[in-house]
């Protein structure tokens, strides 16, 4: 069955970096995108890039871009987001998830909290 | 970018009764290839969202078929036939035909 386990909570003071993983299994990994989504406490859902495992063309949402990036390892079926300049509003949930052929987010890992605090 | 507005912000429905949920885009979500890439996510308390719906009305596998998807172009509609304790939760539209993808502000289903 198709899996995504996503690392473990990370506490981060501003301006560090983060980088979460995201390990899949169950699937062809190179058939598949991988886009990632955050979720600040008590809030909605914003979208914020994605990647081909295919060929690791990406794209990110403008809010973040310049800050984080998006790498997989096929060697290993695993996607990775790195955020850098953190600040306390990226404390979050992240999650990453596996994109269908119609742009849908059929998969999703567990999340991974992000603590961003002095 | 496009936006998308979800009403209403929250649905208190009694068990077995229907649900229904609106989500409006600022533009057409149709794609050049024809498609529209409107889909419906269900986020379960302490959960990671969970695809419903994708394409507006094609269910993805395991979904009860109680959920349907219906709309085209910018407005579009979830509804719940019968709702059961399960499916409390904060409901999700996003749209998959532009970057940057965007989400609906979320609606909460809770039981009356």
């Known amino acids: 069955q198709v899996q995504l386990v996503q690392s473990g909570t990370e506490v981060k003071k501003p301006g560090a970096s983060v980088r979460v993983s995201c390990k899949t299994s169950?699937?062809?990994?190179?058939?598949?995108?991988i886009t990632w989504v955050r979720q600040a406490p008590g809030q909605g859902l914003e979208w914020m890039g994605w990647?081909?495992?295919?060929?690791?063309?990406?794209k990110y949402g403008q809010r973040l871009q310049g800050r984080v990036t998006m790498t997989t390892d096929t060697s290993t079926s695993t996607a990775y987001m790195e955020l850098r300049s953190l600040k306390s509003d990226d404390t979050a949930v992240y999650y990453c998830?596996?994109?269908?052929?119609?742009?849908?987010?059929?998969?999703w890992g567990q999340g991974t909290l992000v603590n961003v605090s002095s | 970018d496009i936006v998308m507005t979800q009403t209403p912000l929250s649905s208190p429905v009694t068990l077995g009764q229907p649900a229904s949920i609106s989500c409006r885009s600022s533009?057409?979500?149709?794609?050049?290839?024809?498609?529209?890439?409107l889909s419906w996510l269900q986020q379960r308390p302490g959960q990671p969202p969970r695809l419903l719906i994708y394409k507006i009305s094609n269910r993805f596998s395991g979904v009860p078929d109680r959920f349907s998807g219906s709309g085209a172009g910018t407005d579009f509609t979830l509804k719940i036939s019968r709702v059961e304790a399960e499916d409390v939760g904060v409901y999700y539209c996003?749209?998959?035909?532009?970057?940057?993808?965007?989400f609906g502000g979320g609606t909460k289903v809770e039981i009356k």
């Open positions: 998830a596996r994109v269908g052929t119609s742009q849908e987010f059929e998969y």
């Open positions: 996003m749209q998959g035909t532009q970057f940057p993808l965007t």
């Open positions: 533009q057409s979500l149709v794609h050049s290839d024809g498609n529209t890439y």
């Open positions: 990647i081909s495992a295919y060929n690791g063309d990406t």
């Open positions: 169950g699937y062809t990994f190179t058939r598949y995108g």
